[in-house]
């Protein structure tokens, strides 16, 4: 059974913007999101008792004392002081990575899980069957 071509564009969205008589589509562009860089804090497993020691050994009387103007202390030179010396202390233990986040990238998809992705890969081109079971 042939039929014949019809005249008139078929029911649906077109791909024009308008409704004229224009006979050269517009193409929707789709957004390019380029590569965002961020910059994280990563907290190695011995910063927190090298921070808790810090804190520890600080004589925080210190502070107090040089924000005091006559006799009463200077709320906002106390709270900016000791607030400057734990943002010190908490650099001093911890370092920052800069890491790539790319617009298709699921935030549910970190390391642990690629890392267990890669070893049920790995499971099934090996064709080992109970090691694809513990993956």
Known sequence: MHTEPSPTPPPGPS???SPSC???PTV????CHTPKQRTITVW???AVPALQDCFQRTD???????AACEGEVDLE????AVLGYIS???ED??????VTEYPNQKPWLNAEVRSLLKARDAAFRSGDRLALRAA
């Open 22 to 24: 224009c006979s050269l």
């Open 88 to 90: 010190k202390c908490t």
């Open 93 to 98: 233990v911890t370092s920052t990575r800069t």
């Open 44 to 46: 190695p497993s011995d």
């Open 28 to 31: 929707l562009l789709l957004r």
């Open 60 to 66: 925080w009387q210190i502070f107090r004392e040089a």
């Open 77 to 80: 030179e106390y709270t900016s």
């Open 15 to 17: 791909l024009t913007t």
